[in-house]
Nanobody, 120 residues
Framework: QVQVVESGGGLVQPGGSLRLSCAAS????????MGWYRQAPGKERELVAA???????NYADSVKGRFTISRDNAKNTAYLQMNSLKPEDTAVYYC??????????????WGQGAQVTVSS
């Protein structure tokens, strides 16, 4: 089994910063890519940022220049540093880990979500 656990969400004022963490554990042979998605009320889930195991990154246009994704391969952990937060960044943020398990099966594994609220 594989577990993905997010942490670091909360309430922040506009212009503030938050850092989300995502740790994957369990029967993992390798992690191919990790990503952060978000879903606001009444909207579809969207990709925010992703990073491959080589360190290549991809960002949604709405967060470029404000958010930074990084990962620590030794800890199977990814981070999302969010700066200059706006009210429209309010959403539940989900971590995704695309992994190869110990039986060589590729799987998409999701965390439970972390609420980020940007409000004065």
């Amino acid at each position: 089994q594989v577990q993905v656990v997010e942490s670091g969400g909360g309430l922040v004022q506009p212009g503030g910063s938050l850092r989300l963490s995502c740790a994957a554990s369990g029967s993992i042979r390798s992690i191919n890519a990790m990503g952060w998605y978000r879903q606001a009320p009444g909207k579809e889930r969207e990709l925010v940022a992703a990073i491959t195991n080589e360190g290549s990154t991809n960002y949604a246009d709405s967060v470029k220049g404000r958010f930074t994704i990084s990962r620590d391969n030794a800890k199977n952990t990814a981070y999302l540093q969010m700066n200059s937060l706006k009210p429209e960044d309010t959403a539940v943020y989900y971590c995704n880990a695309n992994i190869t398990n110990n039986w060589f099966k590729k799987m998409d594994c999701w965390g439970q979500g972390a609420q980020v609220t940007v409000s004065s």
